[in-house]
């Protein structure tokens, strides 16, 4: 089993860049297929990005495509979210989350508690 913490949310204004950290603990998580989801007040929770064991494999979704960058430090045994060029409507609480296979629905096992990021105009 793998606990998730994220942190390096905050407020910032559009155009920013903000660099979100997902560090486990209690399991390598060199073991997991990592993802990034999202929530805003009102909607449901969204896919953000995802990641394979072996960071061969890395997705998007359409919206952060070009602008979130998704990595991961084994050694370290952290996963990174850098959000550059942020936009009001990526105002939301983000979540990361553990899996055994990478995918980009909410097949994850392990979830964190999230962070806000809040992006003004």
């Known amino acids: 089993q793998v606990q998730l913490v994220e942190s390096g949310g905050g407020s910032v204004q559009a155009g920013d860049s903000l660099r979100l950290s997902c560090a486990a603990s209690?399991?390598?998580?060199?073991?997991?297929?990592m993802g990034w989801f999202r929530q805003a007040p009102g909607k449901e929770r969204e896919f953000v990005a995802a990641i394979s064991r072996s960071a061969i494999s890395i997705y998007y979704a359409d919206s952060v495509k070009g602008r979130f960058t998704i990595s991961r430090d084994n050694a370290k045994n952290t996963v990174y979210l850098q959000m550059n060029s942020l936009k009001p409507e990526d105002t939301a609480v983000y979540y990361c989350a553990a899996a055994r296979f990478i995918a980009t629905n909410e097949r994850y096992d392990y979830w964190g508690q999230g962070t806000q990021v809040t992006v003004s105009s």
């Open positions: 209690g399991r390598a998580v060199s073991t997991y297929a």
